[in-house]
């Protein structure tokens, strides 16, 4: 019987997954109830004012860059391991992610990198600039969703993730 991975790095897979799973389920709630609000400039300039509004961003905005860092620098390395890979740079992981199926875009997963950047410093300074920010964080958080799902079905497929 051939395995379809290499065990000795099965542990340290689900390790990341499991981390990945609790973080993506704490970025879709604060995704939800950020999103159900309807954003425009009017409400990007009023929350200076609304410090429940400002502490929810916050929120969302570390929950984002948790979780795209835990893909990039854990989930997706430890996963290139499990199947026999070599992780080496970001890009090169995240080019295997891509042929693997589980990044459906290498250049999206870039971007949403540097759109975190704009959540941080645009914040109270540029008000359009960071309603812009905001809107595509929305399309960018379903994608980080979308690998730990992706990386989730991958893991179930190998017979290695029993929890679902």
């Not at 929810?56 to 835990?70: E, T």
């Not at 970001?90 to 199926?101: I, P, Q, S, T, V």
């Not at 459906?104 to 540097?114: D, L, M, P, V, Y």
């Not at 969703?145 to 990386?151: C, K």
Request: one cysteine or more.
């Amino acid at each position: 019987m051939t395995l379809a991975y290499l065990p000795e790095h099965a542990e340290n897979a689900l390790l990341a997954l499991n981390l990945a799973r609790k973080e993506a389920t704490h970025l879709a709630y604060t995704h939800r109830t950020l999103y159900a609000q309807h954003m425009d400039l009017e409400w990007v300039c009023n929350l200076t004012q609304r410090d429940d509004l400002a502490e929810k961003i916050d929120a969302f905005v570390s929950r984002f860059g948790r979780l795209q860092d835990h893909i990039g620098d854990k989930l997706i390395p430890r996963f290139v391991f499990l199947l026999g890979g070599t992780p080496t740079s970001l890009l090169d992981n995240l080019a295997y992610a891509e042929k693997a199926g589980w990044v459906e875009s290498t250049e999206s997963f870039i971007s949403a990198r540097k759109l975190r950047n704009l959540l941080v410093h645009e914040y109270m300074a540029e008000a359009e600039l960071f309603l812009e920010a905001l809107q595509t964080a929305d399309e960018a958080s379903r994608m980080l969703m979308d690998i730990v799902a992706r990386i989730e079905h991958q893991a179930q497929s190998l017979g290695l993730d029993k929890s679902q």
